[in-house]
């Protein structure tokens, strides 16, 4: 399957993103995720579509039932992409706390 939509896309809908939740948790029939959202089973199915287009989402076929699984390498790709992020957020964080220390004013008896 192709993917025509972008992984940073599919993890910006908040439905998405709660899916995604639900299933990392244990794997889930179609019915099952569309149980926990009140949205139409036809909205919720849609959103399925997009994660596994892009591959955060596999699915299994067991008997009659598809299984819906989280993909957790397809996550790790997203975590590599915000590490730099993260450490030059983590490095200014630092930086500034580093500066309230110096100018702590002093407590007063």
Not at 19 to 41: H, K, N
Not at 77 to 85: D, G, K, S, T, V
Not at 92 to 99: S, T, V
Request: net charge positive.
């Amino acid at each position: 399957m192709k993917t025509r939509r972008d992984i940073f896309q599919a993890i910006a809908d908040p439905t998405r993103r709660a899916i995604l939740t639900l299933v990392a948790l244990q794997a889930m029939t179609p019915g099952a995720i569309a149980d926990s959202f009140d949205s139409s089973r036809q909205t919720i199915s849609k959103h399925i579509q997009i994660l596994t287009e892009c591959e955060l989402l596999e699915q299994e076929q067991s008997g009659r039932e598809i299984y819906y699984h989280f993909n957790p390498n397809k996550m790790k790709e997203i975590a590599e992409w915000l590490l730099p992020f993260t450490k030059l957020w983590d490095d200014r964080f630092n930086k500034l706390e580093a500066i309230m220390k110096k100018h702590k004013p002093k407590k007063t008896e």
